[in-house]
């Protein structure tokens, strides 16, 4: 066997094995791209397609597109679309289509309920139809207004519909940073700034200044404690936070002056030297009457 055959044939074995990771029942993290609409409206209501969501005028300049991390086989997706995932392979494109009952589930009745108009206004909320709201700490979508009454429905608005996804997979990462990266992604929104190391199953993680007040932070640390936990098999995960004591302002000047003279080259110096021994020109004066003889 040649040296290029036996490389082939390692490069096989490997892209055969991460087919058969991502087929494991464990699950995990994967990156995927996907889009998914309502089959019988055909409206679409998620995608990480960027010309797709501007052609279907649910463009969010908040949001970043491109592949994202998705948890896989631990009850984190809807169950179709769960189930599907687990079976799929590395670059391959996918079409799924998902009945009510493995998807947001079926709706229920008892979640639509009237309210007064006055609750809304109270809160200088001028409600619509198809407007979000928060009742009771609950999200509820509006969906009819009659007089003086208001239609909410706490419904998931993808419930009792059959959905339609297509999704390709992109990579499964394997190594355990690149992975606690994209949990903090996933929880907080963003992985910039954290510094990761990890120890076996000993993970320490500081934290940038952005974080530190931040109450999304708060809520979000939890969620990437409990991701690790199930998707490393995390035993210990450190939070670390660093506080450098201010510098006074001596101090800062005098680090400055110390720059400042670091910067200064020996070809810098001597043409300052140059400079300050070469005779400058004398401005022309008067000439005498001598001179003018």
């Not at 009792?160 to 994209?182: D, F, Q, W």
């Amino acid at each position: 066997m040649t040296e290029d055959e036996g490389a082939k044939k390692h490069q096989k074995k490997n892209e055969a094995q991460s087919e058969a990771d991502l087929k494991s029942k464990d699950g995990g993290l994967v990156l995927a791209e996907f889009s998914g609409w309502i089959e019988e409206t055909e409206e679409l209501f998620d995608t990480t397609d960027e010309s797709l969501a501007k052609e279907n005028e649910v463009f969010d300049e908040k949001m970043v597109y491109g592949a994202q991390p998705l948890i896989v086989g631990k009850g984190r997706l809807f169950p179709g679309l769960d189930e599907h995932m687990l079976k799929a392979e590395v670059g391959k494109e996918y079409e799924v289509v998902i009945s009510p009952e493995k998807g947001a589930g079926p709706r229920d009745p008892k979640l639509v309920e009237l309210h007064p108009i006055r609750e809304f206004l109270r809160q200088d909320i001028e409600p619509q139809v198809g407007m979000e709201v928060t009742v009771r700490s609950r999200k509820a979508t509006i969906v009819a207004m009659t007089a003086g009454r208001v239609r909410i429905d706490f419904n998931n608005k993808l419930a009792g519909r059959t959905l339609k996804y297509k999704y390709k997979i992109v990579s499964k990462p394997s190594k355990p940073k690149e992975i606690a990266e994209l949990l903090l992604k996933m929880s907080y929104g963003t992985a910039d700034g954290f510094d990761v190391h990890h120890h076996g199953k000993d993970y320490k993680i500081t934290l940038p200044d952005a974080c530190k007040y931040d109450q999304k932070w708060l809520l979000a640390k939890y969620r990437v404690v409990t991701d690790m936990r199930d998707i490393l098999e995390a035993e210990k995960v450190s939070f670390i936070e660093e506080y450098a004591k201010p510098k006074a302002e001596d101090e800062l000047e005098t680090e400055a002056g110390t720059k400042e003279s670091k910067s200064a080259t020996p070809e810098a110096e001597d043409k300052k030297e140059e400079s300050e021994t070469i005779p400058q020109d004398k401005p022309a004066s008067k000439p005498s009457d001598e001179e003018r003889e």
